[in-house]
C-alpha cells in the first residue's frame, strides 16, 4: 500500500474528526452491532485511507439502533456543497438516485464496500455507461471508473431523506455492514502511533 499523501491540513482535520467519535453517546445495542464487527477493523494498514470529508463539523447519527430501525452507517455533519474525499482506492461498482439516500455512490475495494449518500448532483444514463454527474462541483464518476484514495468524488447534499446537510457514509466487509466509526478509530490510532514514532 503505498504511503499517505494526504497534506498536513487534511491530516488536522482527520484527527479533529476522530476525536469527535468518542463524544458520540452510544447504547448498549450500539455497543453489541460494534463487537459483532471488532476484527474486520484491526491489524491493518491504514496509511492509504482517507477521512471521508473536507469539512467535518460533528457526527450526528451512530451506526446501529436508533427510534425507526436499524441505521447501517454513520453520519457526519458538513457544509452543504463541501467536498467528500474517496476513503479508499477502488472501483465505482454503482451510483444511484433513490428517496432515502437520493444520490449514492458505492466504491468497491477489495473485500470493503463503501458507501456515499445525499450528495448534490444527479446519475445519468448514456450508450457508453452510466455516471454520476455534479456540475457545479466539476465532478463526474463513471460505473467501473478506477478512484485513487483521498480524490473528491462528491459534494455534501440533501438528496433523499434527510434533514440536514450531511453525509452518509456505510461501509460493508465481505457482504456485511461495518460500523464506519470502527474504523475511523483504527486509522486515528495508527496516526497517533506513527505520529509519536515521528
Ligand atoms: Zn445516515
Redesign the pocket.
Known amino acids: 500500500m503505498a504511503k499517505s499523501k494526504l497534506s498536513r491540513p487534511h491530516k488536522l482535520v482527520l484527527l479533529a474528526g476522530l476525536m469527535g467519535l468518542s463524544f458520540l453517546g452510544l447504547g448498549w445495542k450500539q455497543q453489541f452491532a460494534k463487537a459483532q464487527n471488532t476484527e474486520v477493523a484491526t491489524g491493518i494498514n491504514w496509511s492509504g485511507a482517507s477521512f471521508p470529508v473536507e469539512s467535518f463539523q460533528e457526527y450526528t447519527?451512530a451506526f446501529g439502533y436508533r427510534g425507526e430501525g436499524f441505521?447501517y452507517?454513520?453520519?457526519l455533519a458538513a457544509p452543504q456543497g463541501s467536498y467528500i474525499r474517496n476513503w479508499w482506492q477502488g472501483t465505482v461498482v454503482e451510483v444511484w438516485q433513490d428517496g432515502r439516500c437520493g444520490t449514492g455512490i458505492a466504491i468497491q475495494s477489495g473485500q470493503w464496500e463503501h458507501i456515499y449518500?445525499h450528495v448534490q448532483g444527479s446519475v445519468e444514463k448514456t450508450s457508453q455507461g452510466t455516471y454520476f454527474i455534479d456540475r457545479a462541483g466539476g465532478i463526474q464518476l463513471w460505473e467501473g471508473q478506477q478512484i485513487p484514495s483521498g480524490t473528491r468524488i462528491a459534494r455534501v447534499g440533501m438528496t433523499g431523506r434527510t434533514t440536514g446537510p450531511h453525509l452518509?457514509w456505510g461501509l460493508k466487509h465481505s457482504g456485511r455492514w461495518v460500523d464506519p466509526a470502527r474504523v475511523l478509530r483504527s486509522m486515528y490510532n495508527q496516526q497517533i502511533q506513527q505520529a509519536n514514532r515521528g
Request: glycine letters at 14%; aromatic letters at 0%; charged letters at 15%.
Open positions: 447519527s441505521h452507517g454513520l453520519d449518500c452518509h
